[in-house]
């Protein structure tokens, strides 16, 4: 399994970006996928994560109302909209794939991870 973040890039606060996290894998519905992210010097955290029916989601409490996690089995493609961004959104994020299960938040229910992708929140 093969997972290709993007999407992320410079914005100010109050603004908006989408993150898209592509996955090469067969059967991607069986997958729960998760968006965990890791500002420097700090330890990587759970951000949300959404069943492989798209049906469950899970959020930290510090996005959740701003955040939305999606996915689109016909594309095998995860997403992550990001709304009222705060300069404490720096980090970078990455996707993360766990096969069939329970959602999870910790990072070692995951199977799979791709690259980071940099969100940066700054005027």
């Known amino acids: 399994v093969q997972l290709q973040a993007s999407g992320g890039g410079l914005v100010q606060p109050g603004g908006s970006l989408r993150l898209s996290c592509a996955a090469s894998?067969?059967?991607?519905?069986?997958?729960?996928m998760g968006w965990f992210r890791q500002a420097p010097g700090k330890e990587r955290e759970f951000v949300a994560a959404?069943?492989?029916?798209?049906?469950?989601?899970n959020y930290a409490d510090s996005v959740k109302g701003r955040f939305t996690i999606s996915r689109d089995n016909a594309e095998n493609t995860v997403y992550l909209q990001m709304n009222s961004l705060k300069p404490e959104d720096t980090a970078a994020y990455y996707c993360?794939?766990?096969?069939?299960?329970?959602?999870?938040?910790?990072?070692?229910?995951?199977?799979?991870w791709g690259q980071g992708t940099l969100v940066t929140v700054s005027s």
């Open positions: 993360a794939a766990g096969y069939v299960g329970t959602l999870r938040v910790d990072p070692m229910g995951y199977d799979y």
């Open positions: 959404l069943s492989g029916s798209g049906r469950r989601t």
């Open positions: 894998v067969r059967s991607f519905n069986n997958y729960y």
